[in-house]
Structures are given as structure tokens and as C-alpha cells.
């Protein structure tokens, strides 16, 4: 019988709410489309969406399952700027929240079984109606036996 492990976005949530207390909110995929719908409440925010899940073939053929999985996730995070049209201290925050988002997560295990994670892409989103939002990706891997 196989033993099928898949990521849990809820395990990254819980640790940026732990982790990052410079973050006002965090969610997840809901809460991302509400907040981009109906706007963003608090911030600085996070947001944990689940990206890609990408198996590799299967290792043993016919006598059983051996996949490597890779799992990438985004964190979305999103800033307000009042400060100034320019954006340059959203700037400056940006760096600051995004050290310490990758502080919390890279090297990290998120489950048993997985490795730790690792820095992926990184992109701007947005920066409109005074907010700044951006996407840092994250890669981790586990075995689907």
C-alpha cells in the first residue's frame, strides 16, 4: 500500500504567525482572494497559497511506487504605503518583512518526511490604492511511496 504524503499549507501559516510577529495577518488562499476582492484589512499581511506540485516519474516502473515530489508554495505579502507616492518606504519595509519571512522558512522542515524548504522566485504582484504586494515562492520536496 502506498504511503501518500502531500504539503499542508496550514503547517506555514501557523509558523509565520509564530515566527514573524511583525505580521499583522496571515491566511491563506481564501483569504487572498477576499482581501483581493474586497481589499486587505491589516497589514502587513501574509498570504500562503499552494502553487505547484510536480512528481517526477516513477522510480521502480511495475514493482511498486518511488515518485519524488517537488511542491512549490508562494507567500504573498502585502505592505501599505502611506508614507509616500514614490513607494520607497514600502521599499525599505518589502526587504525588512521578506528577511524576515525567509528567516522563518528556509532550512525548514515543514513535515516529516519533506525536506527543507528553499528560496524560489520572487516577484511584484501589485503596488496600487497605496499597497505593495509581492510573491516570494518556495520549493520543498518529499518521496510518494
Not at 75 to 96: F, K, M, S, T
Not at 110 to 130: K, S, T
Not at 139 to 145: E, G
Request: aromatic share 6%; glycine share 8%; net charge negative.
Amino acid at each position: 500500500m502506498a504511503s501518500i504524503e502531500l504539503f499542508d499549507s496550514q503547517l506555514v501559516i501557523a509558523r509565520l504567525k509564530d515566527q514573524v510577529s511583525a505580521l499583522k495577518a496571515v491566511g491563506g488562499a481564501a483569504d487572498f482572494a477576499a482581501a483581493s476582492q474586497q481589499g486587505v484589512k491589516q497589514t502587513p499581511a501574509a498570504f500562503v497559497i499552494d502553487l505547484a506540485n510536480r512528481p517526477l516519474p516513477n522510480s521502480l516502473a511495475t514493482t511498486g511506487l518511488s515518485q519524488e515530489n517537488t511542491t512549490t508554495f508562494g507567500v504573498i505579502l502585502v505592505l501599505q504605503n502611506v508614507r509616500d507616492v514614490r513607494g520607497e518606504q514600502a521599499g525599505i519595509a518589502l526587504r525588512e518583512l521578506r528577511i524576515s519571512v525567509m528567516g522563518a522558512l528556509l532550512d525548514w522542515v515543514p513535515a516529516e518526511g519533506f525536506d527543507p524548504c528553499e528560496a524560489g522566485p520572487g516577484r511584484l504582484l501589485q503596488f496600487a490604492d497605496l499597497l505593495l504586494w509581492w510573491q516570494d515562492d518556495y520549493i520543498t520536496r518529499n518521496l510518494l511511496r
